[in-house]
């Protein structure tokens, strides 16, 4: 099983970027898929989660900017994160859990003020 992460980048503060995280090699649905960072210096965290039947959860500090969204059948999820803001500055990984937790690479996303 490989999850491949995309769409990170440089974008100016208050613009948008649109993460991607595609899974191979699976035969299952992922119970839920995640997204994390890791900024510099700091531990990974929690940014969005999205379940299976379609609940979703988000970090205090990305509600009503980030958006998760998954297209279940193909084990792909999504993050629509806008009004970004230089403390979102990080590397950005994606997560499946199916019986264990499967990584993606991370993808950087840089914000400049």
């Known amino acids: 099983v490989q999850l491949q992460a995309s769409g990170g980048g440089l974008v100016q503060a208050g613009g948008s970027l649109r993460l991607s995280c595609v899974a191979s090699?699976?035969?299952?649905?992922?119970?839920?898929m995640s997204w994390y960072r890791q900024a510099p210096g700091k531990q990974r965290e929690l940014v969005a989660t999205?379940?299976?039947?379609?609940?979703?959860n988000y970090a205090d500090s990305v509600k009503g900017r980030f958006t998760i969204s998954r297209d279940g059948a193909k084990n792909t999820v999504y993050l629509q994160m806008n009004s970004l803001k230089p403390e979102d500055i990080a590397v950005y990984y994606c997560r499946g859990s199916y019986q264990r937790d499967y990584w993606g690479q991370g993808t950087l996303v840089t914000v400049s003020s």
């Open positions: 999205v379940a299976l039947g379609g609940s979703t």
């Open positions: 090699g699976t035969i299952f649905s992922f119970n839920a």
